[in-house]
């Protein structure tokens, strides 16, 4: 039996641990930094950063109490967004953190310098020596206790109040002006570099599962640890700035230090030095546990090499994991300057805030079951956008090497996932699984709408000179059963083009051999169907944009006509069915006659995603038509899911209960889908299939399944095309084929 962490964190140790996690470089260290960035603009870039967190709090927040289990960012993401962003999460919470303890530790070094004067190259030394003890200490699992921790925030914080209190009275005004000298830019740009100061508030999350009563506990805790860092960032910032001079401050890595000995001397600033030790090493030590965490996680979760996951039999802590994490942290502070550090920190937890507010969304969306939080973060989703587009602002203010630090990481964590991850993972995130389920749901509406209200109107069927007669009739026997089930009546249609230099009035004038047998054989075929049709004829110098114009004079909604396989898309009528789905705003029916005896059997087959919903009444028409019966047809790749399964079994069985027909239902595994798919109608009477506008990078990549039909089954195949189908952009394909 699984052994239970006990729940002995209460309201007052949720806060110190939140707090604790920020109290260290925001305050200590960055001030200066970001003076030099916007000057004293720099005391509201704290007070903005500190709101723009508050979403990605209240999600993380919510997402605590309803998995109260020991987690963190990484965990809540994968099991919302799937393992693919799990891993861009994880790598860039790994690294965000890696880089925060780096800059801590370099500020930390600058503040012992304080008590002992050395070289300037010293400061990284001391960095570095400190980084190898730390890394150490959590090899051999040493680590402060809850008690300590607690006791460092208190005297932090009181130190904190204490030097807000005594400075409030020595600024000086004329410091704050200019209050913007480089404008919004520069505040923004300020405010994400502060933004990392904030990154601890979500810590708790870490340790859920031993927090009493976390309903209230957690929410509570985040919220107020914000709040008291907002006020404390703020106002502690406000005295520094107003009691340095300007030029030293935008240079120091020891701006509280420098701020204390400007109104309190020597003394003031060895006290201020002190405390910043303490924080600054607490905050280090925190930085370096809780970023070896990330590797190990994800090696649990099969995303990283297993090294990363074993335990070391004595000192039972991820020494491979903490060897790793401490290569990369050495190699930070010896070779990346201390403002790129910061700003490459801060630019990766304002990424890792956006997949947490995207989490929150996936696990509102997905319905799960389990998901019952006790607290529900407020103004859902508007809060959570803003938190989104709010972070996306300030990567986009924050330089150049920030923002390509932020999309290389992105970046990285696709190709490690694709590379090593994918083939090892097979479970879904919620996401994924809301958006297939919506995507179902929306069909089967359009689907639904569709079957009931018919769309009326008529169907124009247009052929041209020298169709053949047998060829007519099977587009007539297509289109009787959708007039008797839309509404509407038949207008078969002969185009005929004449050159240029020949007027159409005189051309309409000439009666032809060809055009009395056309008008005999259209009497004949009209006098076998038992729906109203009108034949007409008509010339024109240019037949594709004729069959646009006579489809608006005639007032029909739907196109059908033949589908001439030699050429790679297809024709009708000597034109690319391409230009038919780009310019005619109806429905569209192609079909490739290959005869048409006895219909007892019709494929209904899907080009990846959801059924056209115009594809389904065909089908459904048809076969209610000739007492014929239908079998959907779905081909899946054999890594498919046990999630995607159920969800398309499920759309099936809904799509099921709309026809009129008796159905059955297909799902074929295979790694080749289109010819599992072209093998399974091989042995239909008429095989349906929906069909888009080709584009070349989409057929490259996935193929064209519906020419590929037309041109290989030994049956009649109907390409069909829902004039809302048009609208349908690539990204809509490939998302589609994604959740699908």
């Known amino acids: 039996m699984p052994k239970e962490l006990e729940r002995d964190l209460g309201l007052y140790a949720t806060i110190t641990i939140s707090i604790g996690a920020m109290i260290g470089s925001g305050i200590f260290v960055l001030p200066g930094k970001a003076t030099g960035i916007a000057g004293p603009g720099a005391i509201l870039a704290y007070l903005l950063a500190g709101v723009l967190v508050l979403p990605a709090a209240l999600s993380k927040a919510e997402m605590a109490t309803a998995m109260p289990e020991a987690g963190g960012t990484y965990l809540y993401i994968d099991r919302a967004m799937g393992p693919l962003p799990g891993t861009i999460a994880g790598i860039g919470a790994w690294f965000s953190l890696v880089f925060k303890s780096a800059f801590a530790l370099v500020g930390l070094g600058a503040y012992l310098l304080i008590f002992v004067e050395l070289g300037a190259g010293a400061r990284t030394v001391v960095a570095l020596g400190l980084a190898l003890a730390l890394l150490v200490v959590n090899v051999v699992g040493v680590k402060q206790s809850g008690s300590l921790q607690a006791a460092i925030v208190t005297l932090v914080l009181l130190s904190l109040f204490g030097f807000i209190a005594g400075g409030l009275v020595e600024v000086n005004r004329q410091l704050y002006e200019p209050f913007f000298p480089t404008g919004a830019g520069g505040l923004l740009e300020a405010t994400g570099f502060v933004f990392v100061s904030y990154a601890g508030v979500t810590k708790i999350a870490s340790v859920a599962e031993e927090v009493e009563n976390p309903g209230r506990n957690i929410p509570f805790g985040m919220i107020a640890s914000i709040l008291v860092m907002m006020f404390a960032y703020t106002f502690v910032v406000f005295v520094v700035v107003g009691v340095s001079p300007r030029g030293d401050l935008a240079d120091t890595l020891t701006p509280m230090a420098l701020a204390a000995n400007s109104f309190v001397g020597r003394g003031g600033e060895i006290a201020l030095a002190v405390v ?341 009444l065909v089908a459904d028409a048809i076969a209610f038509e000739y007492d014929a019966g239908l079998r959907f047809l779905y081909a899946v790749d054999p890594t498919a899911s046990d999630e995607a399964i159920a969800a398309i079994e499920s759309y099936h069985e809904r799509v099921r209960r709309l026809c009129h027909v008796p159905t059955e239902r297909e799902i074929l595994t295979s790694s080749d889908r289109a010819e599992a798919l072209a093998t399974a109608a091989a042995g239909a009477d008429l095989a349906v299939v929906g069909t888009s506008a080709h584009h070349i990078v989409y057929d490259v990549v996935f193929g064209a399944l519906p020419d590929r039909l037309a041109r290989s089954l030994g049956s009649t195949v109907l390409l069909v095309h829902s004039a809302s189908r048009r609208r349908h952009t690539f990204v809509r394909y490939l998302l589609d084929r994604f959740v699908f």
């Open 276 to 616: 910043a030790v303490l924080a600054l090493t607490s905050m280090a030590n925190a930085g370096i546990l809780s970023s070896t965490r990330f590797p190990l996680a994800m090696s649990r979760d099969d995303l990283a090499p297993p090294a990363l996951g074993r335990i070391h039999d004595r000192f039972k802590t991820p020494t491979y994991s903490i060897g790793f994490t401490g290569v990369i942290l050495l190699v930070l502070i010896a070779g990346v300057p201390v403002l790129q550090l910061a700003k490459l920190a801060s630019a990766f937890q304002i990424l890792v805030f956006a997949f947490v507010n995207a989490a929150l969304v996936a696990f509102r969306e997905s319905d799960l079951g389990w998901y019952d939080p006790e607290f529900v973060a407020p103004g859902y989703p508007w809060v959570q956008l803003a938190g989104v587009l709010g972070g996306a602002v300030l990567l986009t203010q924050m330089g150049p090497i920030a923002l390509a630090g932020a999309a290389g990481m992105v970046a990285f964590g696709v190709f490690w996932y694709r590379i090593y991850g994918r083939e090892r993972t097979a479970r879904e995130g919620a996401a994924l699984d809301a958006i297939r389920r919506r995507t179902g749901d929306y069909s089967v509406a359009l689907t639904e709408e569709q079957l009931a209200t018919g769309g009326g109107g008529g169907v124009v069927v247009a052929v041209g000179p020298d169709t053949p007669v047998e060829h007519e009739k099977t587009l007539l026997r297509v289109a009787e059963p959708i007039v008797r089930r839309r509404g509407g009546r038949i207008h078969l249609a002969r185009f005929e083009a004449v050159p240029e230099q020949v007027t159409l009035s005189s051309a309409a004038e000439v009666r032809t051999e060809a055009d009395e047998a056309f008008e005999g054989q259209a009497r004949e075929v009209a006098a076998e169907l038992d729906v109203p049709i009108a034949v007409e004829e008509v010339v024109a110098h240019d037949v594709d944009h004729a069959v646009v114009n006579h489809l608006e004079t005639c007032g029909a909604n739907l196109l059908l006509g033949g589908f001439e396989a030699e050429r790679y898309h297809g024709e009708m009528l000597g034109r690319d069915v391409d230009w038919y789905m780009n310019h005619v705003d109806c429905d569209l029916v192609f079909v490739r006659d290959r005869g048409w005896d006895e219909v007892d059997d019709i494929a209904v087959i899907a080009d990846e995603g959801p059924y056209d919903p115009l594809e389904i």
